[in-house]
């Protein structure tokens, strides 16, 4: 498909922790028109103006949950944006933290799993994965980091699993939300390391494990990352899709 890149479209990303950004998706975004822009959550309030104004909502990763609220307060904002797009039926992504906001706004169970997924493993797509954007993802290894787990929001389609984490990733015909991580950048995965010291501390992982298989997998996972959010924009972006959301 090809982009008209001269109409001008905006991107509004929620980022919870700095370094947990839109990464290698920022510059796809540019390049298909997109103004980018972050909501630094916990320190920038929340302007619903600016949700409404945004082509496209990205709800990006973060070390809470999804049912912390009594300590970080900024959640409630957080879900009634999400709960306001969604009544919109306006595109929207989420990522790990952000895929559970959305599912839990969706009617989901999200909750702790006592275990943890940390590292790049592959990724299996369902058939109805197979059949999405998300297919040039099917067998890659991925970068999981997460221990809470959402089901799947009923009328969403399952697209992805891992043998402990069954609900990887769902899909509406607005929504796409993601457990793992597509957009965090290889070349910068130092800073993820450095963020989350403490938790790969406490659960024995070595950080220099998850620096060669960044080192290993990433230029590949980038390439099919990209393509399977493309192909995902497109979807969202066609003239049929504005249509049907009118």
């Known amino acids: ?9 905006s991107a509004l990303a929620f980022r919870h922790v700095h370094f947990e950004d839109l990464g290698i998706l920022e510059p796809l975004l540019i390049e298909r028109g ?48 999400i709960a306001h797009r969604l009544r919109q039926d306006r595109a929207m992504l989420g990522i790990c933290l952000g895929a559970q906001l ?7 169970v999200v909750a702790p799993t006592g275990s943890v997924e940390i590292g790049y493993a592959p990724l299996e797509l369902t058939a109805e994965g197979l059949d999405s954007p998300l297919r040039p993802l099917d067998g890659l290894p991925v970068l999981h980091w997460h221990g809470d787990a959402f089901a799947i929001p009923e009328g969403a389609r399952q697209l992805a699993r891992t043998p402990d ?11 796409l ?4 991580h597509l957009e965090a950048d290889h070349r ?8 989350h010291a403490h938790e790969l501390h406490h659960h024995d992982i070595d950080p220099r494990t998850i620096r060669e298989q960044a080192r290993i997998h990433g230029p590949r996972l980038e390439t099919a990352a990209r393509t399977a959010i493309a192909a995902w924009l497109d979807e969202v972006d066609s003239p049929a899709h504005h249509a049907d959301a009118n």
Do not use: C
């Open 165 to 175: 984490f069954p609900n990887q990733a769902f899909a509406t015909d607005t929504v």
């Open 34 to 81: 997109y103004h980018v822009e972050y909501v630094d959550l916990g320190v920038q309030a929340i302007d619903i103006e600016r949700v409404d104004d945004a082509d496209l909502l990205i709800v990006l990763g973060g070390p809470i949950g999804v049912y912390d609220t009594v300590h970080y307060p900024f959640l409630h904002a957080s879900k009634e944006a």
């Open 102 to 108: 959305i599912a839990e706004e969706m009617g989901a």
């Open 188 to 195: 910068t995965i130092g800073n993820w390391l450095i963020g």
């Open 1 to 9: 498909m090809t982009i008209d890149s001269s109409r001008s479209r």
């Open 177 to 180: 939300a993601l457990q793992f």
